[in-house]
């Protein structure tokens, strides 16, 4: 179980996370617009994933990394007893809390996509990105398992620490975070307790031969991380991943602590970048979302849409 602080506990629940033990669970901002019959997020417009069936979550609190653009509540951490719930209690925690979240739409039919609610009473996706490295939960690749066996899909966030982690789990997709070009931008920029960009290049190596749709995501900040296509493609190249997802750092949550609003750069910066990228590795510039300020590049070696 994880020890949180009386402050961060409230801060979290103040800010709509449900905890379930040493995870939590969050509606996103996307779930609630599908829900009222809205556009959806770029999961949606990349790879088939409707929003209000997806279930934002993480199965424990700790990070190893403090990064700059991170808009998750991070300056005050949890610590950990090493008391660990299974992965099936935790998982049947999290859909309740799911299910709590989004009954209260029922009562406003007026702006509710009333199939749409019913569809959401079914989740058919689990995004393990909510907040935390998720990795550092001992039974990830059992909780994976336990998604993927109640029939939904499984998207896994990390942050590339934890190379053994990399090598044993298998999510419908499995992403890694790529927040520098280099281990100077890495230091400054994921702000580690100690140096882990040698296993953070250890886990690009085994991405490589991973069995799930693979993809290198790039949270892009002006004056931070922004620049250096070629030093990114040649970090990418290691992992050989299907896709790479190049998106705007947006000033939000906590972030607007550590950076500027100028930080935060236009879709027609993010559009350049991915240009550059997509002409240095040979991937395809296959879509973009103007208003989530991201692009999709693909190597051509899985389609975009997931069989669901």
Request: proline share 6%; net charge neutral.
């Amino acid at each position: 179980m994880e020890h949180l602080p009386p402050t961060i506990k409230e801060r979290l629940e103040k800010q709509g996370y449900h905890l379930v033990a040493h995870g939590a669970v969050k509606p996103c901002l996307w779930l609630r617009r599908s829900i009222r019959g809205g556009d959806q997020c770029y999961k949606n417009h990349f790879y088939g994933i409707a929003s209000h069936r997806c279930v934002q979550m993480t199965p424990t609190l700790l990070c190893n990394h403090r990064c700059l653009h991170c808009w998750r509540p991070i300056d005050e951490m949890p610590t950990a007893s090493g008391d660990w719930m299974e992965p099936s209690e935790l998982l049947d925690g999290i859909l309740r809390e799911q299910q709590r979240l989004i009954s209260g739409y029922g009562g406003a039919p007026e702006t509710t996509d009333s199939a749409r609610l019913e569809e959401a009473k079914r989740p058919a996706h689990v995004a393990i990105s909510l907040m935390g490295e998720p990795t550092l939960y001992p039974m990830i690749e059992e909780l994976v398992e336990e998604i993927k066996g109640r029939g939904m899909t499984a998207f896994l966030v990390t942050n590339g620490t934890n190379p053994k982690a990399i090598g044993e789990v298998s999510p419908t997709q499995l992403y890694i975070s790529l927040n520098a070009p280099d281990e100077e931008t890495y230091l400054r920029v994921s702000n580690p307790a100690t140096n882990l960009w040698s296993r953070f290049l250890e886990s690009l190596e085994r991405m490589k031969d991973s069995q799930s749709r693979t993809v290198a995501r790039l949270t892009l900040a002006r004056g931070l991380n922004m620049k250096d296509p070629q030093g990114y493609a040649k970090l990418i190249e290691i992992a050989e991943p299907d896709f790479v997802e190049v998106k705007a750092y947006m000033h939000l949550g906590s972030s607007r602590n550590r950076l500027a609003r100028g930080c935060m750069p236009s879709h027609e910066e993010v559009m350049d970048f991915a240009k550059d990228l997509s002409e240095t590795l040979g991937y395809s510039l296959k879509d973009h979302v103007p208003l989530s300020r991201v692009a999709l590049l693909s190597r051509g070696s899985a389609k975009e849409l997931i069989d669901l």
